[in-house]
């Protein structure tokens, strides 16, 4: 029995057997022991050979999840950039949408004066070139208003002043005047509210900026002598929902339109062919207020038995108390 071993450390042994009795030679020995040293090197070799192999699977294995994470990382700054570079494109978009809007008042205000500094200009003229001048100027002051509002709310500068409110009369308020407003195109104001004073606590200002907006746009965008209504129901434990809806019928909203239709400077192509005045910031900021005070707004708009006269709707829910 010759021992295999390496270093002080025993592998195994070889047995050799003979079929009679024997004794070894002292070639026969050396023999044995010359093959048993070459066959424990063989077996150190091997087993260094598979320790090595393990090694650079198990380092190979690391390299590859280390590249993983990094195309990871890569695509996720890729993301980031794209996402920059959308946001990037609407600024800019904004801002050419902005300076257009902010340059037409002031285009048709520079011909108006133009046009008053004629000689010999009749008064009628003048007259009517005032009212453009008055006009315009009263675009120009809507549209700056509209902006810093809608930027101080989506900046959230500005605080929610909360008071007791009765909505029934703040909306009757509000009703006298447009049914003034209202009186020469013939259109009927119906309020549809409960008998009981809808009570809520929530922020004056804002909901009187919501309804004004959204009946400047009724009136607007209306039939000569159709009817709009407006309709409240509080809805009680649990919920303590009030629920708003303004139907009118008159200009279209497409199915196209639709979804859109709450962005800023989107405006439907009747209302520019028609040139009814406006910059498309009025449901951008309706949209804002309400988030704003915990409340939401959807739209629907479908044709009549007249093709051409939609009936459309606004449909507003606000919560009776802004604390949770
Ligand atoms: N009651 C409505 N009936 C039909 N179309 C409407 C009605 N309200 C709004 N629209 C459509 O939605 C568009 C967007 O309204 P929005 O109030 O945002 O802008 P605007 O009235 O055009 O301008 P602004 O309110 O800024 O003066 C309008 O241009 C109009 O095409
Ligand atoms: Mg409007």
Known sequence: MAPLESQGTVLGFLVFEHHQPHSWQA????LVELVSAQVSTAIIQTETIRQVQ????????????????QAKLYQRTREQIDQLRHLNQLKDEFLDTVSHELRTPLTTMTLAIRMLRQVGLSSDRSAQYLDILEQQCAQETNLVNDLLALQELESQKTTIQLEELNLSELLQELAVSFRQKWAAKGLVLELDFPNAPCKLHSDRDRLNQIFLELLTNAGKYSEPSSRICLKMVCQQEPTKQISLTLSSVGASISPEELPHIFEKFRRCPGATQNAIQGTGLGLALVKCLLENLNGTI?????????????????TLSLPQSLEK
């Open 27 to 30: 070639k026969e020995i050396e």
């Open 54 to 69: 393990a090694l650079v699977e198990t380092r190979t294995a690391e390299l590859q999840q280390s590249l993983d994470v």
């Open 298 to 314: 959807s739209v629907s708009s479908a044709p009549t038995q007249d093709p051409q006269i939609w009936a459309t709707r606004f």
